[in-house]
């Protein structure tokens, strides 16, 4: 599977001056410390419930120890990922590392010394936000579509997905605004009778995806089994028992 990058880290000896300076300076949402922590640790979530970006922390390093600024690699297998980079001139800082009711953590240094962290989620993620959006179907006009949309409602759109002028899959964003988007397979004018909008159900636990992913298959058809993918993490498209479309994703491993 590919390897997306979950989280970002800032670590120093002055905590509180750092979670100050980027609450201030960026308007970042800092939680407290954690309660019961063994290592003084905030969590940042920089800007509450919007998509895009990735959350992080804020926390205090080990006596003796610089700090570092740094993002966390998700892997489904620590010590095959450990042993990849000192296999290709990289070497073990910390870890594994059980989070209390968390994760599984690590760090390493790439080949030129830089800190770089890998976390497997190994279930953490069951239970967070899941994230609901329209998928627009747009039959040969996507760009066209994505162009109009931005004017209309001063948003923005990333594409993510071409097959030459094709657009296989895009992220549109407006304030308040969020949908995916494709050319589709059709070249045919969108009959409004008929509709052109799915729902794309983004789970950030593999295992309870597929467990959703079965749960709305009752009663209805699969159209793409749920599975690893080539853009990587895990995917599977069906028809409800009400004849509603969903995509339903996850990029968390599935870890045994």
Request: glycine share 14%; aromatic share 10%.
């Amino acid at each position: 599977m590919k390897h997306p990058v979950m989280h970002f880290e800032i670590m120093g000896h002055d905590a509180p001056k750092l979670r100050s300076f980027y609450a201030d300076v960026f308007g970042w949402d800092v939680a407290p410390p954690i309660e019961g922590s063994a290592v003084e640790y905030t969590i940042v979530e920089p800007v509450p419930h919007y998509q895009r970006g990735i959350a992080g922390g804020i926390g205090v390093a080990p006596q003796g120890y610089d700090g570092h600024v740094t993002f966390y690699v998700v892997v489904d297998d620590m010590e095959g990922a450990f042993s990849k980079i000192e296999e290709h001139g990289g070497s073990r800082m910390m870890g594994p590392d059980k989070v209390p009711n968390g994760p599984i953590i690590g760090l390493f240094r790439d080949p030129e010394g830089h800190t770089i962290g890998l976390v497997d989620p190994c279930g953490a993620t069951r239970g967070a936000p899941m994230g609901l959006a329209p998928f627009v179907f747009f039959n040969g006009r996507c760009q066209e579509a994505l162009e109009f949309y931005k004017k209309a409602l001063g948003g923005s759109y990333e594409i993510h997905m071409k097959d030459g002028d094709k657009v296989q899959y895009a992220k549109f964003t407006a304030p308040g605004i969020n949908f995916e988007a494709a050319d589709g397979s059709s070249s045919s004018p969108v009959n409004p009778n008929e509709g052109n909008i799915s729902l794309s159900l983004d789970v950030p636990d593999a295992i309870q995806a597929e467990e959703i992913f079965r749960a709305l298959s009752d009663g209805g058809s699969v159209d793409h089994e749920f599975g690893d993918v080539e853009w990587g993490g895990k995917f599977g498209g069906l028809k409800d028992r009400f004849g509603n479309e969903w995509f339903v994703s996850s990029q968390s491993p599935v870890s045994s």
